[in-house]
């Protein structure tokens, strides 16, 4: 039972560089997400995915891209990492929209950006 | 501006005792609260949810209530077992904004033998 897979689990990065994190659930959910845990700020939602073939920004998408690849995946990247870009990664996924429903979080991607 | 507030950073409950966490919000349009425990270096898992339309809803030890009026919510936790130190979020949806939840900033919850 994988549930929300997300690679990789740890990366670091140089100022500038490019890398893309990404994320699979096997729940058959239509929507996904992406948020970024920074601490003491809590859980801050970066990018979602309604459904197939659709993205909508969340409350911090400055710095990223997200590709709704299918209806399994869900990647994010980094076009040009930064310092302020190192936190923690959680994929998540659920069954609808999130109104009413629970979301299921990957294991995390520890990202540092030097 | 912050819309859903745990004010509380940290919590130490004796082993045994109850566990109350609280958690406020400001929008209002909020209909849906959940929440969730995070251990170190583990992604958050679901623990409880309540609808607006309720007051109340149990599962287990975990009791979620929800007094829409003062905009505020707050698991009880009894009794407190060591297995639930941890970090917990209190979440919010349907705030008529973007798809996903809203975060507070968690609670590290100490149980302490």
């Known amino acids: 039972n994988a549930g929300v897979t997300q690679t990789p689990k740890f990366q670091v990065l140089k100022t500038g560089q490019s890398m893309t994190l990404q994320c699979a659930q096997d729940?058959?959910?239509?929507?996904m997400y992406w948020y970024r845990q920074d601490p003491g700020m809590g859980l801050r939602l970066i990018y979602y995915?309604?459904?197939?073939?659709?993205?909508d920004k969340g409350e911090v998408p400055n710095g990223y891209n997200v590709s709704r690849l299918n209806k399994r995946e869900f990647s994010l990247r980094l076009e040009s990492a930064a310092p302020s870009q190192t936190s923690v990664y959680f994929c998540?996924?659920?069954?609808?929209?999130?109104?009413?429903?629970?979301?299921?979080f990957g294991e995390g991607s520890w990202l540092t950006v030097v | 501006d912050q819309q859903v507030k745990q004010n509380s950073p940290s919590l130490s409950v004796q082993e045994g005792r109850i566990s109350i966490l609280n958690c406020d919000y400001t929008?209002?349009?909020?209909?849906?609260f959940l929440w969730y425990k995070k251990y170190p270096a583990e992604g958050p898992t679901f623990l409880i949810s309540?609808?607006?339309?309720?007051d109340k809803n149990e599962d287990g030890r975990f009791t979620v209530f929800l007094n829409k009026s003062a905009k505020h919510l707050s698991l009880h936790i009894v009794p407190s077992q060591p297995g639930d130190s941890a970090v917990y979020f209190c979440?919010?949806?349907?705030?008529?904004?973007?798809?996903?939840?809203?975060f507070g900033k968690g609670t590290h919850l100490i149980i302490q033998p």
């Open positions: 998540a996924s659920s069954g609808v929209r999130s109104f009413g429903n629970t979301i299921y």
């Open positions: 729940m058959n959910h239509n929507s």
């Open positions: 995915s309604a459904s197939e073939g659709t993205t």
């Open positions: 929008n209002s349009m909020f209909d849906y």
């Open positions: 309540i609808s607006s339309i309720k």
């Open positions: 979440a919010a949806s349907g705030g008529g904004g973007a798809d996903g939840l809203t």
